[in-house]
């Protein structure tokens, strides 16, 4: 394996990092309203034609034969997997929409790869895991409920719209959990790791809901 072979280019947007804190301290864009998961458009949100980039400033360059995939933590048979060896898991195809915490929604992704449900089957999360830690690449991290990954419209995606994942959009491999606020989906996987206790990651630390459902509008920790 050529760790060596992996680039980060760029650091981290402090500024940006900054403004965005300032949002959550300030409840931006919030309307106070809820929606039924029934109403396509969460709360707050407007719908865009284009697919914006959102990152942490740090791009990672990461060809395949350097690329792994870590899935360990409280599971009974923990893997690191090659792309190879990533690629020929069973596929799935799935189209989703996409929301964002500032406020922007993409319908109709369609994504192909590898569901969250075949990689549980292969490594078993013991009873005693509730939680699941995404690490990255760039050292972004974000957490979920081992429930909510384990739902049927869960992907570890390469492909959108037919095309591999651009290197901006986390290419080669991306979370995709629909559900949420799309700062749970993790662009540039490395590590998924089932845990006993959560562990907020980047944006939950600095004042972003530890759970982010769209249509209760949790962009914000409700604690000031
Ligand atoms: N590794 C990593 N994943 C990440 C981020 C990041 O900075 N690094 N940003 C998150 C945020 S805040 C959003 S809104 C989406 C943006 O994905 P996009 O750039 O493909 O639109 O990725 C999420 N996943
Ligand atoms: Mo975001």
Redesign the pocket.
């Known amino acids: 394996m050529a760790d060596d072979d992996v680039t980060l280019s760029g650091g981290i947007k402090g500024k940006l990092v900054d403004s965005k804190q300032k949002w959550a301290e300030e409840g931006r864009l919030l309307t106070g309203k809820t929606a039924a998961p029934s109403e396509r458009l969460p709360p707050g949100q407007r719908l865009v034609e284009t697919?914006?980039?959102?990152?942490?400033g740090i791009k990672p360059e990461i060809p395949t034969h350097a690329w792994r995939l870590f899935v360990d933590g409280e599971v009974e048979t923990p893997a690191t997997l090659s792309w190879d060896e990533f690629k020929s898991l069973p596929k799935t195809e799935l189209t989703t929409d996409i929301h964002?915490?500032t406020a922007w929604s993409r319908y109709d992704n369609r994504w192909e790869g590898v569901s969250a449900r075949d990689l549980i089957a292969l490594v078993k999360p013991k009873a005693s895991a509730q939680h699941v830690i995404f690490h990255?690449y760039?050292t972004?991290k974000t957490n979920v409920p081992l429930a909510d990954f384990a739902a049927d419209d869960v992907m570890l995606a390469w492909n959108w719209n037919g095309e591999p994942i651009s290197r901006k959009?986390?290419g080669p491999l991306r979370m995709v959990l629909p559900k949420l606020y799309?700062?749970k989906?993790?662009?540039?996987i490395k590590r998924i790791e089932f845990s006993v206790f959560d562990k907020p990651g980047f944006?939950e630390i600095r004042g972003y809901h530890n759970y982010g459902d769209p249509w209760r509008e949790q962009r914000y920790d409700d604690e000031p």
């Open positions: 697919w914006p980039v959102l990152d942490l964002c915490v990255s760039d972004y959009h986390g799309f700062w989906s993790a662009k540039w944006w």
